[in-house]
């Protein structure tokens, strides 16, 4: 079993900043790509950053300049900045990773339970 767990979600007012973090553990041998999703009420998840295993990231045009994902890969976890917050950024984050599992020779995808991240005054 892999589990993801993100933490660092609450409650920050407009132009604020806040860290999200999420550690995988379990029976893993190896994570490829690994990324930050978002869900707000009403509306379809959508990639907010994701970073490959050589450290290339890519953003949604949305959040570009204001949010910075990395990764340790010694600690399996990923991060993401988020700066210059805004209302439209309230939404639930997940954290998601392709993981190859120890024992098998096909990538899995994998989703943490999701951290909510709320930006109002």
């Known amino acids: 079993q892999v589990q993801l767990v993100e933490s660092g979600g609450g409650l920050v007012q407009p132009g604020g900043s806040l860290r999200l973090s999420c550690a995988a553990s379990?029976?893993?041998?190896?994570?490829?790509?690994m990324g930050w999703y978002r869900q707000a009420p009403g509306k379809q998840r959508e990639l907010v950053a994701g970073?490959?295993?050589?450290?290339?990231?890519n953003y949604a045009d949305s959040v570009k300049g204001r949010f910075t994902i990395s990764r340790d890969n010694t600690k399996n976890t990923v991060y993401l900045q988020m700066n210059s917050l805004k209302p439209e950024d309230t939404a639930d984050y997940y954290c998601?990773?392709?993981?190859?599992?120890?024992?098998?020779?096909?990538?899995?995808?994998?989703w943490g339970q999701g951290t909510q991240v709320t930006v109002s005054s």
């Open positions: 970073i490959t295993i050589g450290g290339s990231t």
């Open positions: 998601n990773a392709d993981v190859l599992i120890i024992g098998s020779p096909y990538q899995r995808e994998y």
């Open positions: 379990g029976s893993i041998f190896k994570i490829n790509a």
